[in-house]
């Protein structure tokens, strides 16, 4: 298969969507990689080690699209990108639709079949190619809470870990998922006082079992996320519905109960955000206030440490790479019932539940799409 890496385009997305080693497992089974001229060195690959895993580099982008029957990219692809999209190809990458209608509908357009690494599943409820770059965002969303915080930030001044005699900061984690449970971890390792709260008893479960006393478990009820507004210096947003946008649990209304110069930091940014106030920012200048209340809202938080990141998300997106890259989308996905859970447009149609839900739109039949081909 003739598969293409072009370089991110995004603001301060240094990522790539393959390694050197990965390239190298492409090409010793005959196929065919492309990679755009620079697209590996803001994660430190030059272009000489994707031609020595027996890349080709190429310096002409819409060639390089034009020649792919297999496009593999980090981000969800910018305006430009769309418009080389064709219907023969295949687009594998984040997607986050329905928290952009824009462009979910350009990509209906093209007719191309897009799958999104965000809502391929797991046999134990897990979002494998999600669950790597929730982990970095997540360990980031503390680092970045805790810069906040400073004055200079408009932050109320708190050090996260307070010092002997002085609290530390308390932090409240809404969503103890991936992102929220290492958002969680990183807080206890600076010395805060920490909260996590959830709707799934389950996984508050594993999180008290995991922690033993080091941090509180609260079940997530319009209470208890009033309560953590009243009292938290920093709140992560780490909340998902896989496909669907993300539930709005702080109101604007609600800042007003919080403390001036807390910090609100919306990792389900990439999903819409689950505080009204929130709206998506860049790495070149990821934070704002509203009534007083910082907002960091960075919707690609793990290309800005995009060495860890590339690698790490190569790491979980190689294996279903290769079964593209053998197979082909259909058979690939229909021999998979999780890897079609990824499947969100083809031909022209939605395919994700989530994703029409979200535009008020129905949604095709997969089995009937597979029959179709
Ligand atoms: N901004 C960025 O750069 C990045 C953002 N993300 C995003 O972070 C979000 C979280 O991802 P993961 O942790 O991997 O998801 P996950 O599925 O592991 O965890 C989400 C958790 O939210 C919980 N939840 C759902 N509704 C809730 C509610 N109303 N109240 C409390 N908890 C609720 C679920 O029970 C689940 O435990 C996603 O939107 C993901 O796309 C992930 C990586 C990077
Ligand atoms: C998950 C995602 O959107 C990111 O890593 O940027
Ligand atoms: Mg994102």
Not at 49 to 66: C, F, M, N
Not at 89 to 106: G, I, K, P, V
Not at 224 to 233: F, G, L, M, P, T
Not at 280 to 294: E, L
Request: net charge negative.
């Amino acid at each position: 298969m003739k598969i293409a890496i072009p370089a991110e385009i995004k603001n301060h997305e240094y990522r790539v969507s393959m390694t050197p080693a990965g390239v190298r497992e492409l090409t010793e089974r005959g196929h065919t990689v492309a990679v755009e001229r620079g697209a590996g060195v803001g994660s430190g690959y030059p272009d000489d080690a994707y031609e020595q895993a027996g890349a080709r580099i190429e310096s002409d982008v819409d060639a390089l699209w034009a020649g792919a029957e297999l496009i593999i990219k980090v981000k969800e692809p910018q305006p430009v990108e769309v418009a080389r999209l064709e219907a023969h190809q295949t687009l594998f990458a984040y997607l986050h639709l329905a928290a952009d209608e824009a462009l979910t509908r350009s990509l209906l357009k093209t007719g191309a079949t897009c799958i999104a690494y965000e809502t391929i599943t797991d046999d134990h409820g897990g979002l494998p190619l999600l669950a790597p770059m929730s982990g970095v965002a997540g360990r980031m969303a503390v680092q970045a809470g805790a810069h906040c915080l400073e004055k200079a930030q408009g932050g109320a001044g708190i050090l996260m870990s307070g010092v002997p005699g002085v609290a530390p900061a308390r932090v409240t984690v809404i969503g103890g998922g991936v992102v929220g449970e290492n958002a969680a971890r990183m807080a206890l390792g600076l010395g805060a006082d920490v909260t996590v709260l959830d709707r799934s008893l389950a996984r508050l479960e594993v999180l008290d079992q995991r922690y033993q006393g080091r941090l509180r478990t609260v079940y997530s009820t319009r209470d208890a996320i009033e309560a953590a507004a009243r009292d938290s210096d920093l709140i992560v947003g780490a909340v998902l519905v896989p496909g669907a946008s993300a539930p709005r649990l702080i109101t604007r209304e609600m800042l007003s109960m919080m403390k001036p110069g807390s910090v609100l930091v919306d990792v389900a940014i990439d999903q819409g955000g689950c505080f009204e106030t929130s709206r998506a920012t860049t790495h070149a200048d990821p934070a704002y206030i509203v009534d007083d209340i910082v907002h960091y809202c960075v919707a690609n938080m793990p290309g800005a440490v995009a060495r860890t990141s590339t690698q790490a998300l190569s790491n979980a997106t190689l294996p279903w790479i290769v079964r593209l890259a053998e197979h082909g989308w259909q058979e690939a996905l229909a021999e998979d019932e999780h890897f079609r859970r990824g499947l969100n447009l083809t031909g022209g149609a939605l395919a994700h539940p989530a994703v029409a839900e979200a535009f008020g739109e129905s949604c095709a039949s997969v089995e009937a799409l597979f029959e179709r081909g």
